[in-house]
């Protein structure tokens, strides 16, 4: 400080307070001013007749050049409308999306699965789309019904299915016939699927299943088939005693040598198509469903086939794959609907979208799509869904509670400790069990 | 300041017998001082209260709250305690990380120390091309909490991994080692110590601190090598222990990027690498619980704030500063 005023006149010393203050009164404004301009622009983004709108989703490279085209056709028929695309793998999706809502700053429109549906529309964060299907500015005349209903939480329109899906279990054709194995078959019980694996393993020396004890879709199914279901509304629908059944089915596969090592079994329950074992050539079998054939087909030299999921397919249902909602505090919520509706329904979009995120939830367009599609996998897999739908039964589950993706991890993490031997299946039931409740705040 | 008497000269140290100087006029020309002072600080201080000292604010409120981040923070319910209450005694999945947070810390942060005085120890000394060997055994800690680094790590430890290729050389057939629940831990503790970069340089400064006379008056008294280390070297480098201890400690709680990219996020296998920020971060994003996590994070500051305390105190017994007469 000594420097600054040993030596200076008088007449010097009035003027720098002056311009320090200055400084003072810029430093604190500039950034001020900059973040008001920042706000400034995102408000002027809908004037003058332009509209940007937001997207947001998940998925693989195919499916953002899909989409890109579809959206651009959008913009062909309507020049006023221009869209900001942002698209990534599955990990991290809804992390991005929570972080993007609570800042305020959620896209126009965004993909969510059932996963989350029930959490985000609980809060008030979807858009209820009930009022524009009312007034004919949202088409859902061509969906199936239990699909449009699968969009509805607590009597709202929360999202709409872009696709329709069910449990498929993918097998590994090549493994099978070059050891001269017979295929697997819809309908086969779970334990004659087991010793199918199991018979499996020993010829081929490749372990015949993936160990689905940790797959909530493939327990989902079983307790149907007993007469349970995942939930009942918004309690637990399942007790102790299914869930020990069920870990005991796995226990029993394990020793018979029909799943890998608990290590690579582990590595199978990660969320990632591509890191599905009979895509990574680890097991003979994986539990996905049946839209993901052809994207697993990307990652492996096999042919693959799909069937449903062991024990009476008629517990599998319609579920819609994932959904397009609508942010509620958009700025521009019917031109986001109309986009919604234009993917949904227009037949040329539906053309371009195809099976990627499951079949059309337009059954016209399904038709069209069905007719015209060349990929083998593909059709396959409409195929398959298609014979499969004849056999669903009359009460299909209602969109899972909030909590839903609590209790799945909690599943796996649980699942996992009686894979590696550190819980028996009772054990392993009861924590499970505790655990699910306190997901769902079930008392 | 010191030395401003001895100027006479400055008219602010001639002043005493002038008492129209000592006046109000000094004082605003003070306060301009302070107020310029201010200005060439105040791209710190605003990110300061801006980044840092109201978000935490928010988040301590935020602790109290059930808020998630799907809604507008004054829609969030004020619930008292019930975070705290079912962190301590309803939650089991957070004591177990607590438990892997612990252990972790336990067992890398002496280890990754211990490594790096080793090294530091062999590169202090005159060779040719000393100065490229303490780059390369600084860069891994370049890459430190890469993302990258930790993808290496996870296939070289697979069950198909390099280092099961490197045992297979010897016959030996290694283990699963990130997807086997009693060995992930270590793994990721493995990668911890092998980052000891930045402790081993800090050593190494320490170490050329401490006077050659001393390792020569030990010789001529015959001490043997170890003597010399544990007489000289470690109470001549404590207070650069010291130093290191508490900020790889603090370092070692807060383990994150390769806890998550090894489990995918999830903390598994079967929660064995569930570090306490990882289930933090799981409670706040995945689950959106966002008042629970906001109550983790709080009582996480605490713990690591009364740790550290603590270990400044055990400091008196065993760090010596060799300018004495100031402490």
């Known amino acids: 400080m000594e420097p600054i005023t040993r030596g200076i006149t008088p007449a010097q010393r009035t003027v720098p307070p002056l311009s320090r203050r200055r400084l003072l009164a810029a430093a604190l404004t500039v950034p001020l001013l900059l973040g008001a301009a920042a706000c400034g622009g995102d408000d002027e983004g809908g004037s003058g007749g332009k509209t940007e ?6 998925g693989a490279e195919k499916r953002a050049e899909l989409t890109d085209q579809a959206l651009a056709l959008y913009t062909q028929k309507n020049p006023d ?70 969009g509805e939480v607590d009597g709202k329109l929360a999202g709409i299915a872009m696709g329709e899906n069910t449990q498929g279990l993918v097998y590994d054709k090549t493994l099978l016939s070059k050891n001269k194995l017979p295929e697997p078959k819809t309908g086969m019980s779970w334990e004659e699927f087991i010793d199918w694996a199991a018979n499996v393993s020993k010829t081929a020396n490749l372990p015949g299943t993936q160990d689905a004890s940790a797959v909530y879709q493939a327990l989902w199914v079983y307790l149907r088939q007993g007469g349970k279901d995942l939930y009942a509304g918004k309690q637990l629908g399942f007790d102790e005693a299914d869930i020990t059944k069920w870990f005991a089915l796995w226990k029993g596969a394990r020793d018979k040598g029909a799943t890998p090592t608990p290590d690579v079994i582990h590595e199978g329950n990660a969320s990632d198509v591509s890191k599905q074992l009979v895509a990574t050539g680890k097991a003979g079998t994986s539990w996905v469903w049946a839209n993901q054939m052809p994207e697993l087909k990307k990652s492996t030299d096999s042919e693959l086939g799909v069937i449903a999921y062991p024990g009476d397919p008629s517990a599998q249902w319609a579920r819609a794959s994932m959904y397009f909602s609508a942010f509620r505090g958009s700025k521009h919520k019917d031109v986001a609907v109309d986009v919604i509706n234009f993917l949904a329904n227009d037949p040329e979009a539906g053309k371009i979208l195809g099976t990627d995120r499951g079949l059309p939830p337009n059954l016209d367009v399904r038709k069209q799509v069905a007719d015209t599609v060349s990929d083998p996998n593909m059709k396959q897999t409409i195929a398959v869904q298609d014979e499969l739908g004849k056999k669903f039964g009359p009460n299909p589950p209602t969109v899972p509670p909030q909590g839903h993706s609590k209790v799945r991890s909690e599943l796996v993490r649980v699942a996992e400790e009686v894979v590696y031997g550190r819980q028996t299946p009772e054990q392993g039931a009861a924590s499970f069990v505790t655990a699910a409740k306190a997901a769902i705040g079930q008392s | 300041m010191a030395q401003m008497p001895v100027r006479p000269t400055d008219p602010a140290s001639a002043a005493p017998a002038a008492p129209d100087d000592r006046g109000p006029g000094r004082r605003v020309r003070r306060r301009r001082e302070n107020l310029a002072g201010y200005v060439f600080l105040s791209p710190w201080l605003l990110g300061l209260i801006g980044i840092t000292a109201i978000p935490m604010l928010i988040s301590l409120y935020l602790s109290f709250t059930d808020y998630s981040p799907l809604i507008p923070l004054t829609e969030a319910n004020w619930i008292g305690l019930d975070n705290y209450r079912r962190m301590f005694t309803a939650d089991q999945s957070y004591w177990h990380a607590v438990q892997v947070t612990v252990t972790f810390a336990l067992v890398a942060v002496p280890l990754k120390l211990a490594a790096a005085l080793a090294v530091a120890m062999l590169l202090n000394r005159t060779m040719r091309g000393i100065s490229v060997f303490r780059g390369l055994f600084y860069l891994p800690s370049l890459l430190g909490g890469s993302v990258a680094l930790a993808i290496v790590w996870v296939s070289m430890f697979n069950r198909d991994g390099a ?59 015959g001490a043997s090598g170890w003597r010399k280390f ?38 598994g296998p079967v929660d064995s690498t569930l570090m306490y920020t990882l289930n933090l971060y799981i409670a706040g994003f995945v689950d959106l ?10 009582v996480f500051l605490l713990v690591i704030g009364a740790i550290t305390v603590l270990l400044f105190n055990t400091g008196r017994f065993w760090v010596h500063y060799s300018d004495n007469e100031e402490r």
């Open chain 1, 81 to 150: 409308v221009t869209f900001k695309k942002t698209w990534q793998g599955n990990q991290g999706y809804f992390d991005k999306l929570a972080t993007l809502t609570a800042g305020g700053n959620a896209p126009d429109i965004f993909q969510i699965d059932d996963n989350y549906i029930s959490e985000y529309a609980g809060r008030g964060v979807t858009l209820d789309l009930t009022e524009y299907t009312g007034n004919g500015k949202l088409d859902v005349s061509k969906f199936p019904e239990s699909l449009l209903k699968y």
């Open chain 1, 53 to 58: 709108l937001s997207i947001y989703w998940w």
């Open chain 2, 289 to 298: 619980d966002m008042g629970y996590a906001s109550a983790m994070a709080w």
């Open chain 2, 230 to 267: 544990v007489h000289i070297t470690l109470p001549m480098l404590s207070p650069v222990i010291f130093f290191n201890l508490v900020l790889e400690t603090i370092n070692g709680f807060q383990g994150f990027t390769s806890a998550f990219v090894l489990s995918n996020g999830t903390g």
């Open chain 2, 163 to 221: 280092f099961n290729s490197f045992l297979a050389l010897f016959g030996i057939e290694g283990l699963p080692w990130v997807n086997d629940p009693d060995w992930a831990l270590s793994t990721l503790i493995l990668l911890a110590v092998w980052q000891f970069g930045a402790p081993m340089v800090i050593f190494l400064a320490g170490l050329k601190q401490v006077p050659v006379e001393l390792y020569e008056a030990a010789s001529v008294d």
